[in-house]
């Protein structure tokens, strides 16, 4: 089994930037694939971006491209979501979740293991 913190999260106004950490347990970190998710108020859980188990290649929504960034140190059983330039529309719970394959993957269902997840709220 694996476990997942998440946290990170907090209040910032808009333009701001925040990091949030995926911290994992139970499980070599380096063999897994980590996703980053959101959900907002009323709305279905909408990928952000994932980065594969060597940290090559990382994807990501188009809504966040080049504003948002995915990174890990295996080192230290850590993966990270760098949010730079925020808007009021990416206030919502920001979850991470791993996957066994070590791929990267769009959809939710394709990951194993999932943190409890982290308020982000963005005022204007």
């Known amino acids: 089994q694996v476990q997942l913190v998440d946290s990170g999260g907090g209040l910032v106004q808009a333009g701001g930037s925040l990091r949030l950490s995926c911290t994992a347990s139970?499980?070599?970190?380096?063999?897994?694939?980590v996703g980053w998710f959101r959900q907002s108020p009323g709305k279905e859980r909408v990928f952000v971006a994932a980065?594969?188990?060597?940290?090559?290649?990382?994807v990501y929504a188009d809504s966040v491209k080049g504003r948002f960034a995915i990174s890990r140190d295996n080192a230290k059983n850590t993966a990270y979501l760098q949010m730079n330039s925020l808007k009021p529309e990416d206030t919502a719970v920001y979850y991470c979740?791993?996957?066994?394959?070590?791929?990267?993957?769009?959809?939710?269902?394709?990951?194993?293991?999932w943190g409890q997840g982290t308020q982000v709220t963005v005022s204007s």
């Open positions: 980065i594969s188990w060597s940290g090559g290649s990382p």
């Open positions: 979740a791993a996957v066994r394959n070590g791929g990267t993957y769009y959809r939710g269902s394709n990951y194993d293991y």
């Open positions: 139970g499980r070599p970190f380096s063999t897994l694939g």
